[in-house]
Nanobody, 126 residues
Framework: QVQLVESGGGLVQAGGSLRLSCGAS??????????MGWFRQAPGKEREFVAT????????NYADSVKGRFTISRDNAKNTVYLQMNSVKPEDTAVYSC?????????????????WGQGTQVTVSS
């Protein structure tokens, strides 16, 4: 069974940094060739797009709210995607989930993603 597993969440002070990781598991599952994304959902709010990356890492796209602060990257040899979060703000507090889509391009549309992780909690204190 295909699984995406996030890690790296936790409690951080405003202005600090965190790096989230998303690893793929399953006997033959590989994220190579797949577009990947990070989404987040805060309590009482809808899930929202954060960042996306194409299969090669050459194309990325970010939500305006995180542009210039967050960086998405991937290491296909390690079957892992990362989200580097810098200068975090209290409004970044949410459960962060990674997702994988068929097709090599990036996408900000959640419905285009076929596989989702359970999520990791990020809490930013002021």
């Amino acid at each position: 069974q295909v699984q995406l597993v996030e890690s790296g969440g936790g409690l951080v002070q405003a202005g600090g940094s965190l790096r989230l990781s998303c690893g793929a598991s399953g006997r033959t599952f590989s994220i190579n060739g797949m577009g990947m994304g990070w989404f987040r959902q805060a309590p009482g709010k809808e899930r929202e797009f954060v960042a996306t990356i194409d299969w090669s890492g050459g194309r990325t796209n970010y939500a305006d709210s995180v542009k210039g602060r967050f960086t998405i990257s991937r290491d296909n040899a390690k079957n892992t995607v990362y989200l580097q979060m810098n200068s975090v703000k209290p409004e970044d507090t949410a459960v962060y989930s990674c997702a994988a889509k068929y097709g090599s391009g990036p996408s900000s549309i959640a419905d285009e993603y076929a596989y989702w992780g359970q999520g990791t909690q990020v809490t930013v204190s002021s």
